[in-house]
């Protein structure tokens, strides 16, 4: 007897099939033959699938391609570091990042979706489907890319600058260098959350506020106008406080906005009133604060976000003022459910706080 093979790859199989029986003397009959169904083959448990999206192989090569330059940047911010305290932070850090970043590169065969939402408790829109292996690669990636957004901004900078006072190219220069910092930031988010996870910017909060009546979403913009005189007079109050209970802590980021921009206002205000603003907002609102509301309460999230903002500023006797602020953001993305807002009031404190310390003869 003859059998017919059994069907394998993309042929669905089947359990009955007539076949062929020949006898004696060229006659046949025809007979059932019972098989079993034959599986297509699957990935083995723990291992990455068949296939893997083309978004997610990009992610992989940015995450292996910032191991080594994170840890170029460690060591040379090491350089300049003082005191024996920070030395060792960032010598740790150097160790550490390439085996964080190797790997959550490794995680990405199997875990390269979005993340699920928990179900034990109600969750907002502005949720993020991110986990916790994103926010410790966060750094260590942003770490990498800044070695090649600074060597790449500064060093053009330098080359077409070289006709300008030294006072205009340190300012010059100054807007790169940060600039360079915050475009480094950004890349790895992109890299970890529109790479890996295959969202959107909408994902991170760039959309639209959320309807209020008749005039849709237009009354945000006003209320923004209100979040920043509202953010001004809590960081001037708050900020009185800080200075009593610490009268020996300067203010070093005033000195050092002089030192790098001098009088040069025009230089500075779209830095700190338009890049910073955007980049801020996406990384503490959008993804940190997003992350956070995937697994606490409001006032919780809105807390620890604003801790985590106030303290990336690493300064003491700023550290009460911008966590009022970073409170104040974070309930503008809770409530209006968008980046928006939180952008106005972000930008408008920046613009009269970069003109209070460049365009007066004000002591820091």
């Known amino acids: 007897m003859r059998q017919a093979p059994i069907p394998v790859g993309g042929e669905k199989p089947v359990e ?8 004696s003397g060229g006659s046949h009959s025809a007979i059932v033959q019972n098989w079993p169904p034959v599986s297509l083959p699957t990935a083995p448990s723990g291992r990455p699938p068949l296939t893997l999206p083309q978004r997610a192989s990009y992610a992989k090569y940015c995450l292996v391609g910032a191991a080594p330059l994170a840890v170029g940047t460690f060591l040379a911010s090491n350089q300049a570091a003082q005191g024996g305290g920070a030395h060792a932070a960032l010598v740790v850090a150097a160790l550490v990042s390439p085996l964080l970043l190797l790997y959550v590169r490794r995680r990405v065969n199997t875990d390269h979706e979005p993340a699920s939402i928990p179900r034990s408790a109600p969750v907002p829109g502005s949720a993020g489907r991110w986990d ?3 926010i410790v690669a966060f750094v260590p990636a942003s770490a990498g890319a800044v070695l090649l957004t600074g060597s790449l901004l500064v060093g053009v900078t330098q080359v077409i600058d070289q006709g300008l006072a030294p006072a205009a190219r340190n300012a010059v220069e100054s807007f790169a260098g940060q600039a360079a910092s915050y475009a480094a930031a950004l890349a790895a988010l992109a890299a970890l959350v529109l790479l890996r996870r295959g969202l959107h910017l909408r994902d991170l909060g760039w959309r639209l506020p959320r309807s209020l009546g008749n005039l849709g979403w237009l009354p945000w913009l006003a209320i923004g106008i ?6 001004l007079l809590a960081a001037e109050w708050l900020g009185s ?20 921009y001098g009088g040069y206002v025009a230089v500075a205000i779209p830095l700190v009133c338009l890049i910073a603003p955007l980049a801020e ?18 006032i919780p999230a809105v807390l620890v976000s604003a801790s985590v903002f ?23 993305y809770e409530y209006s459910d968008s980046l928006i807002p939180g952008a106005i009031v972000h930008g408008l404190f920046n613009l009269v706080g970069i003109i209070a310390i460049l365009g007066t003869t004000a002591t820091c």
């Not at 099939?17 to 006898?23: D, F, I, K, S, T």
């Not at 209100?226 to 953010?231: D, K, L, R, S, Y």
């Not at 003491?316 to 974070?330: S, T």
């Open 16 to 23: 009955h099939r007539l076949v062929a029986e020949y006898g």
């Open 132 to 134: 916790w292996t994103d």
């Open 226 to 231: 209100i979040g920043a005189a509202v953010a």
């Open 241 to 260: 406080a800080a200075t009593h209970l610490l009268p020996n802590s300067p203010n070093t980021q005033c000195t050092a906005v002089r030192d790098e």
């Open 281 to 298: 907002e996406t990384i503490f609102r959008g993804f940190i604060y997003g992350w956070l509301r995937r697994r606490l309460p409001i």
């Open 310 to 332: 106030s303290a990336a500023h690493v300064v003491l006797v700023l550290a009460l003022p911008l966590f009022g602020v970073g409170v104040i953001l974070a309930l503008l």
